[in-house]
């Protein structure tokens, strides 16, 4: 699967808040490598609520790092989505011991 | 036998308002604003206005209670006003008032006004209040907007064995293109275009809606002024006409929320309004008739499955359509062309009526053509108040002549 | 024949490592270092003494029906409620008629073995039968103190009555002493004590042999003559002078939970009673001790009918149902211990309107629903107009329950919006097993537990708590079940 990478610390705008990349990161798990983003959102106005959230999300794992561009000059990986029910429990306690302030860890 | 609303009354004029945060406008300023317009556009006199609807859907801020608020403002001298409140339709229930109260012929000339002011709270999003009664307070979930729509998404998947990434991605397609069309619009609350990648990193607010799934809280006021076609046709000989093609309003009975038929991938009050909606205005095929639609785009996924409840697509087709750019601009129904409640806004009461006017100016052929629409001849709106399983929804269908 | 028919225990799914405790507030006090081994049981968010109650009570009543409860006695020093009956509200929720004696015991720690002696003696007496006894303790230590470490949150219950006995009453000892090493004022949320030695040596180890001694004495029995002696204190080295003054092998020791749970508080002895009987055999001699302002010492006699109670989670069964909770300033914000920001719209007022709560109260506290009498569709909550479309009968309804039938999911969410001092908030559609549908919130688990389809429990639960006037309301709630658990 191609993951997408946007630039890191720009905040995208929707009419109800924004959210913002703050870091992208990569680490070990067994013989793979895992690729996961750090984002923040700010939910200021949405219908019905408003709230902050910090979010990771687990694009899977790399197959290969930028290795294209695409047409809007982002850098495109080749990732593998995280399937199995205990890696991604794995994954998910290693990611949270490391942001332990985060409430969801989600899995594309 | 009822005969129906169709061809009985005609809109001789509307206005709408900015929609977005308009921290500087009183309730009376966005009155003003958009029945200026509407009265210009109607070629008429304050004083021809014989009866009037006001829709206002919260009442803990806003302009209170009754219909007070407009006689006071507008100096109206002393017609009838009567409040509508009917969450997300309260728009187009005054416009529904204002239409039966002229074909019925008690009145010659009737006004609709739909306004939300909902800035004041200090906080985002919408007042908290007891929508479903005390009693709901007691015993249902302390759920919100987006977590109730949330699981429409959830079922539709698993109801129609969709896989969820698919039914993501046409979610954020749908999202995507009231960006592009919103940006188009200067009186768009959100007029900046953002790319599907942007909107599927979005964080999940309620799984799976994300951030650009979810519609704002705006400001805003909408109105129409509605009259007879003799009457229309005197006063505009040699102009169209857009008239009244059907309305009809559709409301939960409990069997979504309490029976275990309901599929929870649809909405049953939008397939019953739809389906009498196309009986009114002698509607076939709607996705043959019909040339363009404004829905309530409340979240993304509302959006997919009305498309399915409005008969525009096959059970099961919408993330097909929507991906194939049917719904798009110059797709052959474009849908949100105005940028919808996502970008266009959502200041509740004005919605159903921001909607009417969007199609109304577009068969009229008045918008330029980076945002215009072919040659509409029938347009749709439709509102969803409420949460999918216990709600209220209108369907209007109004055609040029 | 008099005694308990039937047991049943609860611990609250999630546990907080006591290190995770120290390595926050061991800078302030290093000693209790010497407290900060294994894990203790916490209450969820929603759950209080009166939830655990009920969950340990609707425990104990499997395989009884709900109209056979002639009683509810609820023990606990962390009762919600100082005027309200508590009892009333577990027996609200257990739906058990309302024209039973109902009570609250409280004061000190042996209040639950307490509510036992009276219900023995009412039903002894012939003026009562089945009553459920409940106890459960939820109790607080400051920010940093032993207690903090020391003290778990738990239930245990109890059905005494008069017929098919697992457990025959055969005797008891009692005693009330001013004696103060804990106390809390009537303002007070935090424990208070007096020192550890003098608790030890002057109260624990006094009175503790006193009534196990003088319940030996009172029915011609030696300590050694009992299978299992049941007493709870968290001091090792107590337990361990005690044991040898009484000339008790470790193994009629039953264990404190210390290591798994925590001090219980009124619950304990309860909840150690409850876990000993899922061990226990026929001709089994157990012997229940409380401590706490004086002692109350308990002889039962296991009977045949052990063998045929009908099987239950137990205490054994919700500590194997167990999940870390591994952040302790969560633990902090679910006991209110300190005040933290809910946003302005959090400050909006929810009322509690009584006179309505009245009008609903089975179907808030009982989950009542409906069944129609004309085509047989089950509905929730209690309907006059049949839900039906094809049938919309009026008034021919018959009343029905639905709080123990379960369900599976019917659709869900995970939402970061909704106001919740536990965010996200889980809920969604649940199809009641047997006809009905409703929304309801999920507990007791994450989003990865939830599936479409997946069978669920109810659990009766806080839900919400208005600060402002001091008021907790209840409902249900809805918990996956895993299948490993089934």
Known sequence: ?108 | MAEGIKDKVVILGMGCTRFGERWDASPEDLLIEAFLECLEDAGIEKKDIQAAWLSTHIDEINVGKGGNFLGLTLHLPFIPITRTENFCASGTEAFRGACYGVASGAYDIALAVGIEKLKDTGYGGLPDSPAFGQMAQMIMPNATAPGMFAQLASAYSARYGIPMEKVKEAMAHVSWKSHQNGAKNPRAHLRRPVTKEQIMAAPMIAYPLGLFDCCGVSDGCACAIVTTPEIARKLKPNEDLVKVKALQVSVSSGEEVWYNKWDGAGMLTTRTAAKKAYEEAGIKDPRKEISMMEVHDCFSITELVTMEDLGISEPGGAPEDILSGFFDLNGEIPCQSDGGLKCFGHPIGASGLRMLYEVYNQLLGRWPEDRAVKNPKLGLTHNLGGVPNQNVCSVAIIGRD | ?486
């Open chain 3, 1 to 486: 024949m008099v005694g308990i028919r039937s047991y049943g225990g609860y611990v609250p799914r999630y546990r907080l490592n006591r290190m995770a405790i120290f390595g926050n507030m061991g800078w302030l006090n290093p000693a209790n270092l010497m407290n900060a081994q294994g894990e203790k049981a916490v209450a969820n968010f929603d759950e209080d003494s009166v939830t655990m109650s009920v969950a340990a009570a609707l425990d104990c009543i499997k395989g009884f029906e709900r109209s056979e409860i002639g009683g509810v006695y609820f023990a606990s020093t962390t009762a919600p409620y100082k005027e309200r009956l508590n009892a009333n509200i577990v027996a609200g929720a257990l739906a058990a008629n309302e024209m039973i004696r109902t009570a609250d015991f409280s004061g000190g720690l042996k209040a639950g073995t307490s509510a036992i002696l009276a219900a023995l003696d009412a039903v002894s007496a012939g003026s009562a039968n089945n009553i459920v006894v409940t106890a459960a303790d939820c109790r607080l230590g400051k920010m940093g103190s032993p207690q903090e470490l020391l003290f778990g949150d738990g239930a245990a219950a109890v059905l005494v009555g008069d017929e098919d006995v697992i457990a025959e009453y055969k005797g008891f000892f009692s005693s009330g002493y001013d004696f103060v090493d804990h106390f809390r004022g009537a303002n007070s949320i935090f424990d208070r004590q007096w020192e550890d030695r003098w608790i030890r040596d002057v109260g624990i180890n006094t009175f503790i042999p006193e009534a196990i001694k003088g319940l030996c004495e009172k029915v011609g029995l030696s300590p050694g003559d009992f299978s299992k002696i049941i007493y709870p204190t968290y001091y090792g080295g107590a337990r361990k002078k005690i044991n040898k003054v009484l000339g008790l092998e470790p193994d009629k020791i039953e264990d404190n939970l210390q290591a798994a749970v925590g001090d219980t508080g009124t619950a304990h002895p309860l909840l150690m009673f409850a876990k000993a009987l899922e061990q226990a055999n026929p001709g089994d001699k157990i012997m229940l001790v409380s401590y706490g302002s004086g002692c109350d010492a308990i002889y039962f006699e296991v009977t045949e009918n052990i063998k045929k109670l009908a099987p239950r989670k137990g205490v054994s069964g919700y500590l194997g149902r167990r999940s870390d909770l591994d952040n302790y300033t969560k633990y902090l914000v679910w006991r209110r211990m300190v005040p933290v920001d809910t946003g302005l719209r959090g400050e909006e007022d929810k009322w509690t309107r009584w006179s309505l709560v009245w009008r609903k109260h089975k179907v808030i506290l009982g989950m009542l629903g409906s069944k129609c009498k004309k085509c047989g569709t089950q509905q929730f909550p209690e309907q006059r107009v049949c839900v039906n479309p094809d049938c919309g009968a009026i008034d021919e309804m018959e009343p029905v329950y639905v709080s123990d039938k379960g369900g599976k999911i019917f659709s869900f969410t995970s939402d970061m919006l909704a106001a919740s001092i536990n965010p996200p908030a889980m809920y969604g559609g649940v199809d009641i097993n047997g006809g009905g549908r409703f929304v309801m919130d999920f507990t007791d688990c994450t989003l990865d537990d939830l599936a479409v389809g997946k069978p669920v429990e109810f659990t009766f639960r806080i839900k919400f708590y208005d600060s402002k006037r001091d008021i907790t309301n209840y409902f249900w709630k809805a918990v996956p079940i895993s299948e490993e658990a089934e």
């Open chain 1, 1 to 108: 699967m191609r993951y997408v990478h946007l630039p890191v610390d720009e905040e995208i705008r929707s009419v109800g808040g924004y959210y913002k990349i703050l870091e992208e990161g990569i680490f070990q798990f067994g013989s793979r490598k895992v690729l996961y983003v750090l984002k923040a959102a700010h939910v200021e106005t949405s219908c019905c609520g408003a709230g902050g959230l910090g979010f990771i999300s687990v694009p899977g794992f790399l197959v290969s790092y930028k290795s294209e561009i695409n047409e809007n000059g982002l850098p495109v990986s080749e990732v593998k989505k995280v399937l199995d029910v205990e890696d991604r429990k794995a994954i998910r306690n290693i990611l949270l011991k490391k942001y332990p302030y985060i409430s969801v860890v989600e899995f594309d």
